[in-house]
């Protein structure tokens, strides 16, 4: 070590008559062990297949939101219409989910994904056969809306349990997770600004793009582990009912569902606020709008890198108290905030706060089960937190239509702020249940 802290006078001096001065190889080192460290799970190639593809394939995920949200505005001025579409494209998750999780237990995990991107694709051509030949109807959004919905039904948990069969090393399994929210919230970053730039210039058809091929072909060049695909002999209710046993009978599952849910229902659909806080609060227009979502998304990235480098899925319970408690405190002061600058600073440490606290959830969930049960306690997740969303947005725009968007923002912020304090407080009793139960599972014990 002493060795490496040495400097070497003559080298300087010879880099001292060009005017630089290289980096301390101590430094260099870090980086680079850092960098290994984040990006290890990309070490494993089906992994790496999933994550390359699935970046290609979530771009044109956002570029789809956003040319179908500002298609149904072109054609109808009403943002009530907007809403339905948003709500009709999402409610399909909280009412399919449990079967949802039924199929990814009993079926080929990797066929699901395959249909279900195979189906979205047909959806986007679809549409932008729709959109080109001019013939497109607000119906025909809100049915394709539908569809797409019920595509996301399955395709979620599916996705969501399939980690553990592309990472080799189970411990590897948390950084997978904060891997695949990088590239989510890289194509959030980049997917609205090549919609905006298409729509501008060609229109809305063109940015229903193929991009689903390059999710199709990750999934179809993956080799798979034997044993990856398991069928189940039950039927489908008891499946159903054994996951929902174990979901509320086993306390530290509950507790993080629970969380989930509060903090989906009550503070996450502050987004759907944004454009009134752009041009009502902080008197703005749409550059505005795109400042306070970019920084959301910056604020996102940092918290999944974050947890990237986290080499251990041990004391997720209190990494997801706190996070509860950033973004509860984050989103409070945004609410009170009247200036661009410092409310583009507090969204991006809700942002930051939001992402830890789902990621980390996620990887404790699927660290706490048996794989024969993790397509189930996944699907539970995803109702808890995209399938609770339309009803939340629902009450956010009810409530912000009454007391205005910065009084529903502070109310959802603090409610956020109680419950992390909450959780944090049962912590100890729900590790304390927590290995006090056996759980069989290949993976290893996280630390509530």
């Known amino acids: ?10 080298v300087a001096g010879d880099d001292a008559t060009t005017g630089t001065m290289p980096p301390p190889r101590g430094v260099v080192q870090r980086l680079v062990a850092t960098a290994r460290l984040t990006t290890r799970s990309l070490h494993y190639r089906n992994f790496r297949l999933y994550f390359f593809g699935q970046g290609i394939s979530l771009i044109g995920t956002w570029m789809q939101r956003v040319a179908m949200g500002w298609l149904v505005y072109r054609l109808t001025g009403s943002a009530l219409l907007l809403g339905l579409v948003g709500f009709a494209g999402r409610i399909p998750t909280l009412v399919l989910a449990p079967v949802a999780g039924v199929a990814a237990d009993r079926w080929d995990r990797r066929r699901i994904l395959y249909v279900t991107q195979s189906l979205s694709m047909l959806q986007a051509i679809i549409m932008a056969a729709l959109v080109l030949a001019h013939v497109i109807a607000v119906w025909h959004v809100m049915v394709l809306a539908v569809f797409l919905g019920i595509m996301s039904a399955f395709d979620i948990p599916a996705r969501q349990s399939f980690f553990v069969h592309m990472i080799d090393n189970a411990k590897d399994l948390g950084n997978a997770i904060a891997l695949n929210s990088t590239v989510f919230n890289i194509a959030r970053l980049i997917g609205p600004a090549i919609a905006g730039v ?4 060609m229109g809305e058809g063109p940015v229903f793009a193929l991009t689903f091929l390059a999710m199709l072909a990750a999934l179809r060049r993956m080799r798979l582990r034997p044993g990856a ?12 009912g054994e996951g929902f046993h174990f979901a509320w009978g086993f306390t530290p599952v509950r507790a993080v569902l629970i969380l989930i849910m509060v903090v989906s229902i009550m503070a996450v659909p502050f987004t759907v606020l944004m454009p009134v806080f752009a041009t009502d609060v902080l008197h703005g227009g749409p550059d505005t709008l795109g400042f306070l979502t970019a920084s959301q998304g910056v604020g996102a990235l940092v918290g999944a890198l974050f947890l990237a480098q986290r080499d251990t899925v041990r004391g997720l319970g209190r990494v997801i108290a706190i996070a509860a408690l950033i973004f509860g405190v984050g989103l409070t002061a945004f609410g009170m905030a009247r200036v661009l600058v410092l409310s583009m600073l507090l969204l991006a440490v809700a942002g930051f706060g939001l992402m830890v606290q789902t990621a980390s959830s996620n990887t404790f969930l699927q660290t706490a ?4 049960m993790r397509g189930r306690i996944m699907s539970f997740y995803t109702m808890a937190f995209s399938g609770t969303m339309p009803i939340g947005s629902l009450f956010a725009g009810a409530a912000a239509d009454r007391i205005g968007a910065p009084a529903t923002v502070v109310i959802g912020g603090t409610v956020t702020v109680i419950a992390g304090l909450l959780f944090a407080w049962k912590l100890p009793a729900l590790r304390r249940q927590f290995h006090a139960r056996e759980v069989t599972r290949p993976i290893p014990e996280p630390d509530v």
Do not use: C, H, P
Request: charged share 30%; aromatic share 0%; no cysteine.
């Open 229 to 240: 695909v398991r069928r189940r002999g039950q039927r489908m209710l008891q499946n159903m």
């Open 198 to 201: 298409l729509i501008a210039v």
């Open 369 to 372: 089960v048996s794989d024969d």
């Open 1 to 10: 070590m002493a060795r490496i802290e040495q400097v070497d006078t003559s």
